[in-house]
């Protein structure tokens, strides 16, 4: 299946638990709109490189578009779709006053100076600045962009349109970002595993985690979890992971993943090698997927030990995995659920910058918690009350929600 056959296939099993027609369901798995664009760049040796950059906008139902952009050889107008949907149903799941959407980019930022990415996303903005909007589609960081790239689209977009900070979030603090928005996915998804942890009478303090991906957010959730006490055995980038029973230093690791230093290079010295392969199946209570889609498949999932899958990355259980996970208990922590509170912090920064009032962090973080806690709770009461998995609880109550506001504006 493809990535969006993948999402459908489970918003269908949670249309199942729902009373939804078929036309709407229809409505539910296509993308309203679907943009796709020529973005050449002038590269610093004087070629030509010529990419494809795509902007989905899944369902807006219940407010403008959000959703974040990834700069990766592999994104494609597949992926990006399902993307997009997967934001629909989070942004929903989260009572948050938004729909659905995502954007890539086609190419390796790895291999780019940045200059010849500065002028990727300027080109980028400019080619889909028709269909973006402060109340219509608002973009984010997402893999291989940051700040940096968020500073680059406002300055395109506002050069165009007029000064609009809160046309992209993830902003640097300095042109309307928010205290606390950069570290908002990780924190969240330790916010989240820490209600569920409550729920289940376990204490998270006693856990031990593997961390696959060490960016944004797999960085950020190492460095919540050791506040919390947990300990943090194993974590990767994409060089490879470093493993230790005795936990691992995180600040260490931070401070390098700050230098730009490849996470393998401390092997010996701050852990033992592991790969990333090996990481998703060492003997840990909890394993938290936090670098790319896809992960955790049918020739995976068995091997798994960990009790607990958090799925701070999107989309990171195939439908199959997903299937023999439950069968073997493993409790899992969906997407949807795990990591919003990435989009969640991005909508305290979106209403910050339309009052021009900037909350301070510890605001943000309280407010961070109260969501996380509450969407955790909401989702367990029906998975408990329906006898279904968190997942299908999630997409269930994220369908329901889009459903109705879909319905009332008359969309069928
Ligand atoms: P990032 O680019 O900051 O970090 C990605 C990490 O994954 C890096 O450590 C990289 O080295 C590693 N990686 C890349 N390819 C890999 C591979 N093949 N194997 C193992 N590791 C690999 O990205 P991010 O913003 O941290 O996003 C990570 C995941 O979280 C993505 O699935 C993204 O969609 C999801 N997410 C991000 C946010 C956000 O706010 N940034 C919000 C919600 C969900």
Known sequence: MSPIEEVNAYVREAAGLLDISDDLLTVLTTSYREVTVQVPVRLDDGRLGVYRGYRVQHNGARGPYKGGIRYHPEADIDEVRALASLMTWKTALMGLPYGGAKGGVQCDPHA????????????????????????????????????????????????????????????????????GREAATGRGVVYCLAAACRRWKLDLATLTVAVQGFGNVGSWAARELVECGARVVAVSDVSGGLHDERGLDV????????????????????????????????????????????????????????????EAANHPTTPEADKLLQDAGVRILPDVLANAGGVTGSYFEWAQDIQVFQWKEDRFNAELRDVMERAFCETADFAEGRGVSLRQAAFAIGLERVAHASTLRGYV
Request: no cysteine; aromatic share 4%.
């Open 112 to 179: 780019m100076s940045g200059r010849e990415l500065e002028r990727l996303t300027r080109r980028f903005t400019n080619a889909i600045g028709h269909v973006i909007g402060v109340q219509r589609d608002i973009p984010a960081p997402d893999v291989g962009t940051n700040a940096q790239t968020m500073a680059w689209m406002m300055d395109a977009y506002s050069g165009r349109y007029g000064h609009s900070p809160a046309i992209v979030t993830g902003k640097p603090l300095e042109l309307g970002g928010a205290p």
């Open 251 to 310: 600040v260490a690791l931070l401070e390098r993943a700050d230098r730009r230093e490849p996470l393998a290079a401390a092997a010996g010295h701050l852990g033992d090698a592991t790969t990333n392969t090996e990481l998703l199946e060492l003997d840990v209570d909890v394993l938290i997927p936090a670098a790319l889609g896809g992960v955790l498949h049918e020739g995976n999932a068995r091997s798994v030990q960990a009790s607990i899958v958090v």
